[in-house]
């Protein structure tokens, strides 16, 4: 029988609402029904998780952090139990400086922006598929980026800035145009994530792949998935807003749901029939049936 490890850390989905439209997400087209997770849901799967040994917890997942109105409330109750680390990822339009501030002083110990482009025009085809829809997106962001290492300085916090990179064809040549920008306000490199490593195939919002996704990345590594997924592997707790278990960080359309939490505690779904199903396919490199197949098969060596 499959042994089941304990769990090192976890993802909290907030919300599962989002204010961008990015054309490497498949968010616009989820069947998942919107919303927020309570104060009484969050309080209880961290307590939960922490008794489990968890002492890292991401409160995002497929929405936009600075949606869920309750943030810095989640934020406080998750360093109150003694959790070590908690931090966000947003697309980084509502990071305001007074959202910022808010979430900062309720403990928030890394937030990471996705940015995606080095112009506005970019920015626009990459977050809203070339719509403007509220001005110059990138400059704002750009902006709140900077309100962050201003407020990280003058509160005198430790906190990490991290900014993301969605790589395509699209913005390939914008990389380095957007590190010269913020290298001087982030306090870790820009992380680079090659258009590839997720939500594809028959999964992806995309009619063809190859309009959008390199070949290479710079590094001159080919792209390509593994069996078993490290996100299956590497022992983390996934919860959706409305409390459900799931095995993936963007499970969109809810096809690798685990078990209903407001049925059975965490410890239990933990080491359920459904996660250990899912964990031996990943096992036995063969995943059919499950959504895992199209990402596999999608990013191949080439």
Known sequence: MLLIQNPVSMLLELTNRCNNACIFCKHKEMKSPIGDMSLDLSGRFLEEAYDMGVRTVGMHATGEFFLCKNFAKHIKKA???GFNYVYADTNGLLATKENLEIAIKAGLDSIKFSVDAGTNKTHALMHYGGEIRCGDTF???INNIKFCFELRERLNKKMKIFVGYALT????NELEILKKIV???ITEPVSVNPLGIYNLGDYSPFK???EYCLEMIPSGHRLHKKVPC????????IITHDGY???CCIDFDRELLIADLKKCSLKEAWVSERAIEIKEKHLEKNVKGLVCDNCFHCVSER
């Not at 064809?169 to 390939?172: A, G, L, S, T, V």
């Not at 490290?230 to 707790?237: A, D, L, P, S």
């Open 230 to 237: 490290k996100n299956i592997f590497e022992y983390r707790i």
């Open 208 to 210: 063809n792949f190859d």
């Open 183 to 185: 290298e001087p306000y």
């Open 139 to 141: 400059d704002k962001v």
């Open 79 to 81: 360093k109150s139990i």
């Open 245 to 247: 278990l799931t095995a």
């Open 169 to 172: 064809k699209q913005n390939e």
